[in-house]
C-alpha cells in the first residue's frame, strides 16, 4: 500500500509549506500575548465599563469555534466593512485573537499569584498604579507563565490545519491537495502528521526543560 | 484617653486617630478609637491577637480605610480632603502625598523577590523619589551598612535568612526617609534565634531620636526598653496605656493583668495571626 518512491517525491512539497505554517502559528501567537495582556488587565478593573464589556466579548471569542470566527473575518468582513484580508493574514489575526481569550487566564492565574503582601510594600513604598504593575506585579507575575505559554504556541501549531478552511495553504491544505490529484492519500496525510509530530514533541520537551530550569531557579530564589 | 503622657503635651500630635471605628461587614474591629502620637514618640501596642493592633497600623498605612471617623497626619487628614469648604474622600493624589510621611515594616518582609537587595532598597527611592541612580546607592549602602548587610547587596532576597531579609525590609522602609514608621510584629516570623539582630536595629533607630514609631509588638522586653508609651488594646478599644513603668508594673484593668501573666511566663504567641487566618480563635 505504501509506496516509498511516491513518499520521497511529494515530502519537498510539504516541507515548503512549513515555513507558512510556522509562521501563521509564530505570528499568531505573538498577537495572542500582546492582546491577553490588555484582556487580562480590563477584566480585573474595578470599574465596571471597561471590564464588563472586555469580559462579554472574550467569553463569546472562547465559546464560538475558531473557524466561525475564521470565516466571519474572510467573508463578513470585505461585505460588511469592505476590509479585505488575505487568507494569511485573516488566519493569524483569527488564531491570535481566539487564542488571546485563553492566554488572558494564563496571564490573570499569573497576576493573582502575586502575594498580596507585594502590593502592599509597593503601597507602603508609596509607588503608583503604573509602576507597581510595571515594576513589581507583572515582572513577578509573567516569568513563571512561560511554560503554559510555550504549550499554548504548541497547541496554535497544531490547530493551523484549520486555517486551510479559509484557503490558507498550509501542510494539511497541501496534503490534500496532493492526495487529490493522484488519488494516494496514505503516503500525504501520514507525511503531514509525521511533520507535526517532528516539530511538536521537542518543543514540547523543550517547554518542559524551561519548566525544570524555571522550577530549579525558583528555589534558588532567581526566578 | 491619650492625654495622660506628660512628657509631650507641648506638641501637636504627628497621628492624630479621631473617633475611629472599623468593621469587615458586620464584624466591628476598632470601635470609635481615639488615640493621639506625638512627634517623634515612641509607641509600643500590645494586645492579645485579634484585637485590632494590624488594623491600627493598616489604617495608617492607607492598607484598609476607616469605616468612620477621621485620622490626621501632620496637621492634615489622611482618608479625606477639603473641596470648596466640603470634606470628602482623599484621592489618589491626596493620599500619596500624605502617605509618604509614613512607612512600614510588614511581619512578613515582602521583599521584591525579584529585585537584588540593593534594588530593594533603591527603587523607590529613584521611581518615587526621582533620586538619581548613583545617589540613589550611595544612600542605600549607606543605610545597609547601618543594618548591617553591606555585603548582601547582590544577593536576591531567598538567599537571606529570615532576620536578614527583615533587616533589608527595614532599610528599605528606613532610606525614603518617612516621619513615621510602623512595626507590625516584625519579629513574629523570626527563629527565636533570629530576633535579637532585628530588634537591635530598630532600637539603634530609636535612640537616633527623630523618628516617631510605632512598633506592635509580643516582645515585652523590647516594648519596655525602646517604647516612651504602651497601648494596650482588647477587643477593638484601648483598655489602658501608660508609660513602661506603669503599665507594666502597675496594670489597672484586669485584662491587662491577665494578658501580661500570660505572656510573664514567657509564652509570646509566635502563632497568633496564623490561628486568627485559620479561624480557630
Ligand atoms: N481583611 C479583613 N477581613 C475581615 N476581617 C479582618 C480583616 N483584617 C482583620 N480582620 C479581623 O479583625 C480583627 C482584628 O485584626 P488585627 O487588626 O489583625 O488584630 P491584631 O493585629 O491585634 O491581631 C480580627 O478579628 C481579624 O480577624
Ligand atoms: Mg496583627
Same mark, same amino acid.
Given at each position: ?223 | ?134 545617589? #540613589?546607592?550611595? @544612600? +542605600? $549602602?549607606?543605610?545597609?551598612? =547601618?543594618?548591617? *548587610?553591606? &555585603? ?16 533589608? #525590609?527595614?532599610? @528599605? +522602609? $528606613?532610606?525614603?526617609?518617612? =516621619?513615621?514608621? *510602623?512595626? &507590625? ?20 533607630? +530609636? ?7 510605632? *512598633? ?66
Amino acid at each position: 500500500m505504501w509506496d516509498w518512491g511516491y513518499a520521497n517525491s511529494i515530502l519537498p512539497k510539504l516541507l515548503e509549506v512549513i515555513p507558512t505554517t510556522l509562521a501563521s502559528a509564530i505570528l499568531g501567537f505573538i498577537l495572542a500575548c500582546l492582546l491577553g495582556l490588555p484582556i487580562a488587565l480590563a477584566r480585573r478593573s474595578s470599574k465596571k465599563w471597561i471590564a464588563w464589556p472586555v469580559a462579554a466579548f472574550s467569553e463569546f471569542i472562547r465559546s464560538t469555534p475558531l473557524l466561525i470566527q475564521l470565516f466571519v473575518l474572510v467573508f463578513v468582513f470585505p461585505q460588511s466593512f469592505n476590509i479585505t484580508l488575505s487568507p494569511f493574514l485573516a488566519g493569524v489575526i483569527g488564531l491570535g485573537l481566539h487564542y488571546s481569550t485563553y492566554l488572558s487566564e494564563v496571564y490573570r492565574s499569573g497576576i493573582d499569584s502575586v502575594p498580596r503582601g507585594q502590593w502592599e510594600a509597593s503601597i507602603a513604598l508609596n509607588f503608583n498604579k503604573l509602576r507597581t504593575w510595571l515594576r513589581i506585579v507583572l515582572p513577578q507575575s509573567i516569568p513563571p507563565t512561560i511554560p503554559v505559554m510555550g504549550n499554548y504556541l504548541i497547541v496554535m501549531f497544531k490547530e493551523t490545519p484549520t486555517l486551510s478552511a479559509i484557503t490558507v495553504v498550509e501542510l494539511l491544505m497541501t496534503a490534500k491537495v496532493i492526495g487529490s490529484a493522484s488519488f494516494k492519500y496514505v503516503e500525504a496525510f501520514t507525511l503531514v502528521g509525521i511533520i507535526f509530530l517532528v516539530l511538536s514533541y521537542p518543543s514540547s520537551l523543550l517547554v518542559r526543560a524551561l519548566e525544570r530550569r524555571m522550577k530549579r531557579n525558583e528555589r534558588r530564589g532567581i526566578a | 484617653m491619650s492625654q495622660n503622657i506628660q512628657t509631650f503635651t507641648s506638641d501637636e500630635p504627628i497621628v492624630r486617630y479621631k473617633n475611629i471605628t472599623k468593621s469587615f461587614g458586620e464584624h466591628t474591629v476598632l470601635k470609635e478609637l481615639d488615640l493621639d502620637i506625638l512627634p517623634g514618640e515612641k509607641v509600643a501596642l500590645i494586645g492579645p491577637s485579634g484585637s485590632g493592633k494590624t488594623t491600627i497600623a493598616r489604617l495608617l498605612m492607607t492598607l484598609e480605610s476607616p469605616t468612620s471617623g477621621t485620622i490626621e497626619v501632620d496637621g492634615e487628614m489622611l482618608w479625606h480632603m477639603h473641596k470648596r469648604g466640603r470634606l470628602i474622600s482623599a484621592n489618589e493624589k491626596h493620599l500619596h502625598r500624605v502617605r509618604s510621611k509614613i512607612g512600614m515594616v510588614f511581619q512578613h518582609f515582602n521583599l521584591f523577590p525579584h529585585m537584588t537587595i540593593l534594588r530593594n532598597v533603591t527603587e523607590a527611592l529613584i521611581h518615587v523619589l526621582k533620586i538619581p541612580k548613583a545617589e #540613589a546607592n550611595h @544612600r +542605600a $549602602l549607606e543605610i545597609l551598612e =547601618r543594618v548591617g *548587610l553591606r &555585603d548582601h547587596t547582590n544577593h536576591y532576597p531567598s538567599q537571606l535568612s529570615g532576620g536578614q531579609k527583615q533587616r533589608v #525590609a527595614i532599610a @528599605r +522602609a $528606613l532610606v525614603m526617609q518617612p =516621619r513615621i514608621m *510602623l512595626f &507590625d510584629e516584625v519579629t513574629s516570623a523570626l527563629d527565636p534565634e533570629l530576633v535579637g539582630e532585628v530588634l537591635d536595629v530598630i532600637k539603634a533607630i +530609636a535612640s537616633e531620636g527623630d523618628m516617631t514609631m510605632i *512598633l506592635i509588638t509580643h516582645e515585652m522586653d523590647f516594648a519596655r526598653d525602646v517604647a516612651d508609651r504602651i497601648i494596650f488594646t482588647d477587643g477593638g478599644v484601648i483598655v489602658e496605656q501608660g508609660t513602661p513603668a506603669e503599665l507594666f508594673e502597675n496594670p489597672k484593668s484586669a485584662r491587662l493583668q491577665s494578658f501580661l501573666s500570660r505572656f510573664m511566663k514567657g509564652q509570646p504567641d509566635r502563632s497568633a495571626d496564623d490561628r486568627v487566618a485559620a479561624g480557630t480563635e
